[in-house]
């Protein structure tokens, strides 16, 4: 899925269980906001308030939210939201101070050229055109000087639309001696699909990753894949980051860091990691829900609020340039004497010898 605005936008993505097609909102021809009345705001507000209460994984926390929704409806604080995105943005603003959660957001679907609102349909169309136009989230497949493989990926759509382009971007980069994973723009999606990237970095299958832990309490398990893949789970490898890696983006990343198994270089992530997916309230408002806590096997926690701290702090812009370096010294170090040592001292410092991006 495409990228997004970060701060507000990047709240109405669904965690890893859903990859939402929100980006069709920016590309769709905007037509007039569509104007409220006093009904529909109190309608949306209590129908948000229940969804939440009857969805939220806390369900204390939502029982709090739902009760405080009402109670600022009541108090006039959304009165003056006199169109649906304004409102959705109060909703939104509103819920994330009652549970600092960033996937619990209030949206609206967009609108059609004719001015009207498209619904969760449109939204199925502009996520087959997405998964198209976008590889299946596999951007760029490249050997860097040094043999040094290199891995973009901005999205996790679902395993049946993103294993194809995974496979070929993996079958590419087998060879490669050290492997650069990059997540700076990375916008999350399906935990499944965080699974099966995952796969490729582990040498044994059904390695537990994660556990998703819904409401009911019957857990979610996530673990590497058992098929045959072009696995390597020994070669050097470092993942970059960014303030706006966000969701499944962050997960590998977190995954990958607590099992020391990459690097992580680059920024502080968003630190939002609980799983959900939108609930229809009305034409033209949904809600996206947490319905899932996320944990991972080994630290039994995750990135919400925090997001993943790199390994080694740079800008994003010079993540790559200094993830070459080290691949670069790593794989020195592994080498002898000879003309590939050689060669692999000369692309290091080359690389020393660039500016600082910043």
């Not at 949306?44 to 709090?64: I, M, P, S, W």
């Not at 596999?138 to 996790?156: D, K, M, W």
């Not at 050097?236 to 020391?260: D, F, N």
């Amino acid at each position: 899925m495409i990228l997004m605005i970060f701060a507000r936008l990047r709240r109405y993505m669904c965690l890893l269980l859903f990859c939402s097609s929100l980006t069709a909102q920016a590309q769709t021809p905007k037509a007039p906001s569509r104007a409220l009345d006093i009904q529909l705001t109190k309608d949306t507000v209590e129908q948000v308030g229940e969804t939440v209460n009857r969805q939220y994984f806390d369900a204390d926390l939502a029982a709090r939210m739902n009760s405080s929704l009402r109670q600022r409806l009541a108090e006039g604080r959304y009165a003056n939201a006199t169109t649906a995105e304004a409102l959705a943005s109060k909703l939104t603003d509103d819920l994330y101070l009652l549970s600092h959660d960033k996937h619990l957001s209030v949206g609206v679907y967009p609108p059609t050229v004719d001015g009207a609102y498209s619904g969760p349909g449109a939204s199925e169309q502009s996520r087959e055109e997405s998964v198209r136009t976008t590889n299946g989230g596999v951007q760029r497949v490249e050997i860097l000087p040094g043999n040094v493989g290199y891995l973009n990926i901005t999205a996790f759509f679902s395993p049946n639309e993103a294993r194809e382009a995974i496979a070929g971007a993996m079958h590419m980069l087998r060879q490669a001696d050290a492997l650069i994973l990059d997540s700076r723009e990375n916008a999350g999606g399906s935990p499944d699909t965080v699974a099966l990237l995952a796969s490729y970095f582990f040498d044994g299958p059904r390695l537990p990753l994660m556990d998703i832990i819904p409401r009911s309490g019957e857990v979610q398990h996530y673990l590497t894949q058992s098929e045959i893949l072009d696995r390597d789970g020994k070669r050097p490898m470092y993942v970059l980051t960014s303030a706006h890696t966000w969701s499944g983006g962050e997960g590998i990343a977190y995954i990958l860091q607590e099992r020391h198994r990459a690097e992580i270089i680059g920024e502080t992530t968003v630190g939002a990691a609980n799983a959900g997916k939108p609930y229809k309230i009305n034409e033209p408002f949904y809600v996206n829900v947490p319905n899932g806590r996320l944990r991972t096997v080994v630290r039994n926690s995750n990135w919400e609020g925090t997001g993943v701290i790199p390994d080694v702090a740079v800008s994003a812009a010079d993540a790559l340039r200094i993830a070459h370096q080290h691949a670069l010294r790593q794989l020195l170090s592994a080498t002898p004497d000879g003309s590939w040592h050689r060669e692999l001292e000369q692309e290091l410092q080359k690389l020393e010898a660039r500016p600082e991006v910043h």
